[in-house]
C-alpha cells in the first residue's frame, strides 16, 4: 500500500474529512449545547439559552467547515473501491456527499431557529408573541425534514457498510464492521435518553459530526496499518 501512487492522497482526504468533522462539531456544538438539554423539545427553548455570539460564531464556523465532509465521503467510497466494491464505494461517495449538501443546508438554518426562540423567550405582546411562533412553526417544518435526508443516507451507507467491510470486499478489516455510522448515531441518542443525560447532553448537539470523527479516525488508523504491512 505505500508504494500506491494513491496512497498520500486516501491519507489526505481521510485527514481532511478528519478536520472537516471536527470544524463542523466544534461550530455545531457552540450553536446547539445547552446544559439543561431539551434538544427534543418543539419550541426549541434550549436556543434561548444559549448567547447570541455563540449563535453567531457557530453558525458561520459549522456551515464553513462543512463541505470538506463531501471529501470526507470520496476517500470514504475509495476504501470500498479499492478493497473490490467498486459499485458500493462510488454509491456510497454520491449518496454521502449528497446527504451532507443537504445536511448543511439543514445546518445554516438553525440560526433562525435559534435567533426566533430569542425573540420570544425576550417577551412582547401577545400578537407579537403570536406571530413569532407561527414563524418558528414555518422556520421548523422546513428545516427539521432535511436532517432525516442525512439519518435516511446514514443507515442506507450503513447497510453496506456492514455488510461489506464483514465480507472482506474493503480495505478496512473485519472488525470496522461494528464501527457503522447508524450504530455509532444510535449509541448516542440511546446515551442521552436512557443511560446517562448528563454525558448524552454534551454528545448530541453534535452528534453526527462525533460519529464521523471516530469514523475518519478509524480510517486514518488503519491506512497506517496497511502501510507497515506493505
Do not use: C
Not at 449563535?55 to 470538506?68: E, I, K, M, R
Not at 454520491?94 to 417577551?123: C, K, P
Not at 448515531?185 to 452528534?207: D, E, H, K, M, N
Amino acid at each position: 500500500m505505500s508504494t500506491d501512487s494513491n496512497y498520500k492522497l486516501l491519507v489526505i482526504t481521510a485527514w481532511l474529512g478528519l478536520i472537516g468533522a471536527f470544524f463542523v462539531g466544534v461550530g455545531e456544538f457552540s450553536l446547539q449545547f445547552s446544559q439543561l438539554g431539551g434538544y427534543d423539545a418543539e419550541d426549541y427553548n434550549y436556543f434561548a439559552r444559549i448567547s447570541e455570539a455563540r449563535l453567531t460564531y457557530g453558525h458561520f464556523f459549522s456551515v464553513l467547515a462543512a463541505p470538506l465532509y463531501v471529501i470526507g465521503y470520496w476517500h470514504l467510497g475509495q476504501m470500498f473501491v479499492r478493497g473490490g466494491s467498486v459499485k458500493s464505494g462510488w454509491f456510497i461517495t454520491m449518496i454521502g456527499g449528497y446527504a451532507f449538501v443537504v445536511g448543511t443546508a439543514w445546518l445554516g438554518g438553525r440560526v433562525y431557529l435559534a435567533y426566533t426562540a430569542h425573540a420570544i423567550a425576550s417577551g412582547g405582546s401577545e400578537e407579537t408573541l403570536l406571530a413569532l411562533t407561527t414563524l418558528l412553526g414555518v422556520f421548523s417544518e422546513h428545516n427539521e425534514p432535511l436532517v432525516n435526508t442525512l439519518r435516511l443516507a446514514m443507515l442506507i451507507i450503513s447497510v453496506l457498510w456492514v455488510v461489506l467491510i464483514a465480507q472482506g470486499k474493503t480495505l478496512y478489516p473485519r472488525w470496522v464492521a461494528i464501527f457503522s455510522p447508524i450504530a455509532l448515531l444510535l449509541t448516542i441518542f440511546v446515551i442521552y435518553f436512557y443511560i446517562s443525560p448528563a454525558l448524552g447532553v454534551w454528545l448530541l448537539p453534535a452528534a453526527m459530526n462525533v460519529v464521523h470523527v471516530i469514523i475518519f479516525a478509524l480510517s486514518i488508523y488503519v491506512l497506517r496499518g496497511l502501510q507497515k504491512i506493505s
